[in-house]
């Protein structure tokens, strides 16, 4: 593959990269913590929360390095985020190379466990004994 043509083909993981850098920075300086974003809707109707409460705040925390405060704030987003790191690292590879992407498919006994294993989450956080994983 030619320097141009692989420059090309880099483009759009690289445009990802960009865009994840940016919101970090963001996460970085405007710390969820301390700042107002936008609250989970699903917690505000129901004082619950969703398997997704927290992330922000984890993000946050893995910009500052912060893994174990990262993981009592939402442990399922920091597998996700180093899950999404690791698809976007093949990604990269793929292109810069010129071979195809090749991600496994998730069949359906892999979908149904995922689902029991979000939802054991969902309920486990949200009960007096499930406060480790709730977010801080």
Known sequence: MTAPTRS??????????AAAVGGAALLHVRDPRTST???CPFHALTGLWCPGCGT???????????I????S???VA?????GALAVW?????ARWTGHPLEL?????PTVIVLIAVLTVFTVVRNTPWGTAIAPT
């Open 78 to 82: 920091v597998v996700v985020a180093v």
């Open 89 to 93: 690292a093949l990604w990269l590879r």
């Open 8 to 17: 090309r083909s880099i483009a759009a993981p690289l445009g990802v990269a």
């Open 56 to 66: 922000t705040r984890a993000l946050g925390d893995l910009t500052r390095g912060d």
């Open 104 to 108: 496994p498919r998730f069949n359906r």
């Open 37 to 39: 974003y936008l609250p």
């Open 73 to 75: 704030s939402n442990v």
């Open 68 to 71: 174990a405060a990262a993981a």
